[in-house]
């Protein structure tokens, strides 16, 4: 490396081994410098071992985006009772971008087992499993689905929200209807 970096510039990427064996990745940047007369080499090894844990974190984020946006259920992530993040079937359900939204004003739900929903509930810790829900967006169109929701705990185990999903039922409900009717028929 430091011989052809006499004929110009050059850059790598290396790993440096440590007493432990640990290896740091680091970035070696050599030059040709004439120091009056005097040939030398200028080396800089910057240190990338944060950059990777930046970049580890980002790629972790984008997958945790990429499956939430893309998940067939409807899914919210909601945080002081807003939606902060929310799948592409949950912005079809309720027929408008649901992003900041105050999440109980968005989806009043009713509920066989309990009036109304809230997400106060999975934020107190309570969890709600397969909860038989009704619902009908802005556009007029009615939905049937099963409502899940748990609270969402922070690195320190504190709960910071809760996270809600949706599957939509509304044509196995039609389909249970019409199969009830022609039996009554």
């Not at 004439?34 to 950059?51: E, N, P």
């Not at 106060?120 to 709600?128: A, D, L, R, T």
């Amino acid at each position: 490396f430091i011989r052809q970096a006499r004929s110009g510039v050059l850059k790598a990427e290396i790993m440096l081994r440590n007493e432990s064996a640990a290896g740091i990745p680091v970035q070696v940047s050599a030059s040709p410098i004439d120091l009056g007369g005097t040939k030398a080499i200028a080396l800089v090894v910057t240190d990338l071992s944060d950059r990777r844990r930046y970049e580890e974190i980002v790629a972790a984020e984008r997958l945790a985006r990429y499956i939430l946006e893309q998940s067939l259920e409807g899914v919210a992530v909601c945080i002081n009772g807003r939606i902060l993040f929310a799948s592409r079937s949950l912005h079809g359900i309720c027929g408008r971008n649901p992003l900041m939204q105050p999440f109980d004003e968005l989806f009043p739900f009713r509920m066989p087992e309990l009036e109304t929903f809230s997400v106060e509930i999975p934020h107190s810790g309570k969890v709600v499993k397969n909860a038989e829900v009704s619902y009908q967006n802005q556009d007029g169109v009615s939905y049937s689905m099963i409502l899940n929701a748990g609270p969402l705990y922070g690195d320190d185990h504190k709960i910071i929200g809760c996270l809600v999903s949706l599957t939509d039922i509304t044509d196995r409900k039609r389909a249970e209807e019409e199969l009830r009717e022609s039996e009554d028929a």
